[in-house]
């Protein structure tokens, strides 16, 4: 059995979450990472690419509440708290990097904690859902979190996500340290979540494959936004095929570059 056999369930019923994001930046003390960074995630799945320290995870840490920020985020047209947990109540989900399970605790402790914040009864409709959704996780559900596969591990790290019933959902680099067959896996998943109603904002590494299931993307340079595009032609754009894909396409480039004059949309 694979990890995706049949469409989810789990989508939010309503209006698909969209996120606005104008002047933001966030860092570390004095050092400022990101630097005035203007962009939207639209219903659908975006991701967000970039090399190493180019500032992708500080980006998700900032929009989770895990890091002071600036400027305006805005879901739905409401500003967005800035504690976590009025963040997770507002709707909005993260999958770190690394997938911070409790490793002495089991697949179902683990996924009962991602829905701290649902009421008991919820909880209990919830988690039956996700085990439907990820029927493989029901048959480890009392397996320690810590024995299982990577693969498997992050899995139960989006089902846990999933948990707390999202209307936007961040990932970052899920697909980090996993054999090719179950980035596949995974991200057929991340886009079935998209498809079946909640917006997902995904930080990758692993750029074709990423671009292959995306609908729209966004280069990350330095803290700054370079390019954004719809996925298919960022995928073809000199940004993307210089810098990462090696490629040696002649398509025309046809995304928009945002460097310096940024205007989201
Ligand atoms: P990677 O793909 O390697 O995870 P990234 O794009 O996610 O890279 P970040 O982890 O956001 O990049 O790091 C961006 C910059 O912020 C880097 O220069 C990094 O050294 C710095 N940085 C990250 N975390 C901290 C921290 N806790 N304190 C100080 N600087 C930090």
């Not at 369930?9 to 969209?18: D, F, K, P, Q, V």
């Not at 963040?87 to 683990?110: C, D």
């Not at 959902?169 to 498809?195: C, H, T, Y």
């Not at 073809?236 to 940024?262: K, N």
């Amino acid at each position: 059995m694979h990890w995706s056999d049949r469409p989810f369930e789990l989508g939010t019923r309503g209006r698909r979450a969209h996120l606005a994001v104008r002047g933001l930046s966030a860092g570390y003390g004095a050092f400022l990472v990101l630097r005035d960074l203007a962009f939207d995630v639209r219903p659908g799945l975006t991701v967000v690419l970039g090399p190493n320290g180019a500032g992708k995870t500080t980006l998700l840490r900032a929009l989770n509440g895990l890091l002071a920020r600036q400027g305006d985020v805005l879901l739905d047209g409401n500003d967005l708290p800035e504690a976590t947990h009025e963040i997770v109540r507002a709707g909005v989900a993260l999958v770190p990097e690394g997938r911070q399970l409790f490793p002495q605790m089991t697949v179902a402790e683990n996924l009962e904690l991602g829905g701290w914040l649902v009421a008991r009864a919820d909880r209990r409709r919830r988690l039956e859902q996700v085990l439907q959704d990820f029927p493989k996780l029901r048959e480890r559900a009392s397996q320690l979190a810590g024995t299982m596969s990577g693969g498997e591990q992050q899995m139960v790290a989006v089902a846990r996500a999933m948990m707390s019933a999202p209307r936007l959902l961040m990932l970052d680099e899920p697909s980090l340290g996993l054999a090719p067959r179950m980035v596949d896996e995974l991200l057929v998943i991340v886009r079935r979540i998209a498809d079946a109603g909640t917006t997902v904002l995904m930080v990758e590494q692993n750029v074709k494959k990423a671009l292959a299931v995306a609908d729209r993307g966004y280069v990350l340079e330095r803290g700054a936004l370079v390019a954004s595009g719809p996925a298919r032609l960022l995928a073809r754009s000199s940004v993307i095929r210089e810098a990462y894909l090696g490629a040696e396409s002649t398509a025309p480039d046809t995304t928009r570059p945002m460097a310096r004059a940024a205007t989201p949309g």
